[in-house]
């Protein structure tokens, strides 16, 4: 088995913008140097408000297993309240990472022989100037704090790219605010 | 080595009378026009000839008179059809026989 | 440039860089974002071109039809039962001899109905007489769609560039996006063989007698069977067009140089997996944990599938052990349509080897890395004792 690959699950909902912060995730990193990067949503049919899942996996490599992620080193949990209905941490591996927007404490959070990274993504965008709901540039900042994958700076880059024409500077902001303010706890 | 031409063959032809072969043998209604009633013969200039427009074998001439050419001629009746004065009629190419007899 | 985008978005790019002017397409999964994208192109004033938008997959290829019989370069893009419903009009395009490109998404065919991945639907299509050039990531489908465009113009005949619905289609991977004067180069404009044109009246493809006959203009016409006759010369022709064509565009580009079978660790291998599309990819992994554990194995993947390139089949597998063959389709009743061609091309070598067949992933079941371990090592165990009968994998009956 490769064990060249990092892989990222990202847990969200239909219209939440999971697949675009992964998107954005897979460019920063590919500009970092990771030369495999694929990203793989959830296939077939979506519903707005739905669970969903995105698989990211990033190596040095190129990479050529384009099956959903079953064993990932990290989970991202864009909404606490799909706690309640998704095991996101199905198959993670031992020590792995849950990056989750809530809006509770890091101690309010277990996940058993997991590390936790929480960040109240949902407030921290709106103190940015975004509408109230968007969240996954925020989410993009708190990731960057947990992980140490990807320089925040070069995610902000990538973020901007992204957002050109939809107020890149405040989305920015927002994944700013958020890796200042992410903490992290667990195991 | 030449390099080989490709699609040498494809169904081509060139529209025009006998493209279709001997269609003239096909005939069963024979169309005839009414001189007194086409429109490029009473006006005695070049005018509508839509029975030469339409006609799918190019058999009926852009003259005054349209003149159209049996040999090729397959008797499917568009330019009757198509003849805003009426003037054209198709014909039971056995009546004249009938009325030989 | 790089970019990181899905595959249906490398395939609208490829047709945006080779200028494609009538674009007619009918929305179906998974190779809807490819016509919105195109549309956007379209719209935004990035892409020269127009798009008609019809009521029908039929209407489409009707649309291409007409579109490049009037001497444009045309596109369409479909997938599964959408490529079936255009089937009448595939063979008139190809007899008609137009150099229309098509995308297809494989998807699996209904009934029952299935959104996911298979490939059924151009396999199916295989004796039409399109091209049908297969892809396992997004840069060979953009380099492929802009080949397609200078092969199908080069020989008069129509493309196919195929790629596995979702697996390719909506994921995300990044590739280089070639730069516009550089295709430009590679890709010349237009300059069809025949087309309607009011300064030289002609009929096409109007009823052809069984026999030859006199034309009007003096020349015995073809009858059907003459015409059609060239049409198999032509395509078999077009494998060294083919060949040619990729060496230019490596010589440009810097990619490409395995037109009609892609190999990974055959050189020295004993046994070879073989499959068309992305799986060829995915079993690259597998083969290397084989290699680990001793068996000499590679993995092949058969880029073009129509015409069917038997000599390099015969030259990457003559003296092998054994072939496995992988397929997410099968000829119904008979066997998969790829082992068939594959034992076909094998009757004409001099050092036969075994050949396996294995049917898997048929509507988007997922192929595990487990199963196909198994299959491989059940195939390299006793490779004598297998059977003329494809065996399915992942089936919970």
Redesign the interface.
């Given at each position: 088995m490769r064990t060249d690959i990092i892989e990222i699950r990202w847990h969200g909902r239909g219209g939440q913008g999971a697949i675009t912060a992964a998107k954005i995730v897979a460019n920063a990193a590919f500009v970092s140097g990771y030369k495999g990067v694929v990203m793989t949503p959830t296939f077939g049919t979506e519903r707005r408000g739905a669970a969903i899942f995105t698989s990211l996996k990033i190596s040095k490599n190129k990479i050529y297993d384009l099956s959903p992620i079953a064993t990932p080193d990290m989970v991202i949990v864009l909404d606490h309240t799909l706690l309640e209905e998704v095991d996101v941490t199905a198959g993670l591996k031992e020590n792995g990472l849950v990056v989750l927007n809530g809006p509770k404490p890091v101690s309010e959070y277990t996940f058993k022989g997991m590390k936790v990274a929480v960040s109240d993504i949902t407030t921290h965008s709106v103190e940015a100037g975004l509408p109230p709901g968007i969240i996954n540039s925020g989410i993009i900042g708190a990731f960057s704090k947990a992980s140490g994958l990807v320089d925040i700076d070069v995610l902000i880059d990538a973020i901007e790219k992204e957002f050109s024409t939809k107020r890149p500077e405040l989305n920015s902001k927002a994944a700013q605010i958020a890796y200042d303010n992410t903490a992290i706890g667990g195991m | 080595m030449a390099p080989?031409e490709?699609?040498?063959?494809?169904?081509?032809?060139?529209?025009?009378p006998?493209?279709g072969?001997n269609t003239g043998s096909w005939r069963v209604l024979r169309p005839v026009i009414d001189l007194k009633a086409c429109i490029p013969v009473k006006m005695n200039k070049e005018a509508c000839f839509n029975c030469w427009l339409y006609c799918p074998d190019s058999v009926v001439s852009k003259t005054i008179p349209p003149v159209i050419n049996f040999e090729y001629c397959k008797g499917c009746g568009i330019c009757a059809e198509e003849c805003p004065a009426g003037a054209i009629t198709m014909v039971n190419e056995a009546t004249p026989i009938e009325e030989d007899k | 440039m790089h970019i990181i985008e899905s595959g249906n978005v490398a395939a609208a790019t490829g047709v945006k860089l080779s200028r494609a002017q009538v674009i007619a397409a009918y929305p179906i999964t998974p190779q809807t974002p490819l016509t919105e994208k195109l549309s956007e192109f379209v719209e935004g004033g990035e892409l020269d071109a127009q798009y008609i938008p019809v009521e029908s997959e039929h209407s489409a290829m009707g649309v291409c039809i007409a579109a490049s019989t009037a001497g444009t370069r045309a596109f369409t893009a479909t997938s599964a039962n959408g490529l079936l419903y255009m089937n009448e009009q595939l063979h008139w395009a190809v007899g008609a001899r137009l150099p229309i490109v098509m995308c297809v998404a494989n998807r699996g065919i209904g009934a029952p109905w299935t959104v996911w991945n298979d490939q059924q639907d151009t396999i199916a299509q295989r004796d039409v007489g399109w091209i049908q050039i297969y892809c396992n990531d997004h840069q060979q489908i953009i380099d492929s769609v802009i080949k397609a465009f200078r092969l199908a113009q080069s020989v008069s005949i129509p493309v196919m560039v195929c790629y596995d619905g979702y697996l390719l289609s909506h994921t995300y991977m990044p590739f280089d996006q070639p730069e516009q004067s550089k295709v430009d180069t590679f890709l010349p404009k237009f300059a069809p063989t025949h087309f309607l044109n009011p300064d030289d009246p002609a009929n096409f493809n109007t009823v052809t007698l069984p026999d030859v006959r006199p034309g009007l203009d003096g020349k015995m016409a073809p009858g059907y069977i003459e015409i059609r006759h060239n049409l198999q010369e032509d395509l078999r022709a077009s494998l060294d067009v083919y060949e040619e064509i990729d060496t230019a565009f490596a010589k440009d580009f810097g990619r490409g140089g395995n037109p009609f079978v892609e190999q990974y660790k055959c050189e020295d291998a004993d046994f070879v997996a073989v499959c068309i599309g992305s799986l060829s990819y995915q079993l690259r992994d597998v083969i290397d944990i084989m290699r680990d554990n001793g068996v000499k194995i590679g993995v092949m993947g058969v880029q073009m599938y129509r015409p069917f390139p038997n000599q390099a089949i015969i030259a990457a597998l003559d003296g092998k052990k054994c072939a496995i063959v992988f397929e997410k389709a099968l000829s119904y009743g008979n066997q998969g349509a790829l082992y068939a061609d594959i034992k076909s091309a094998l009757y004409n070598s001099k050092d036969k080897p075994l050949v396996h067949n294995y049917i898997l992933g048929l509507g988007g079941r997922e192929i595990k890395t487990r199963h196909l371990l198994d299959a491989l090592n059940e195939s390299c165990t006793a490779p004598e004792t297998f059977g003329d009968s494809p065996r399915w994998i992942g089936l919970k009956l």
């Open positions: - | 080989k490709f699609c040498k063959m494809i169904s081509r032809s060139k529209p025009g006998g493209d072969g | -």
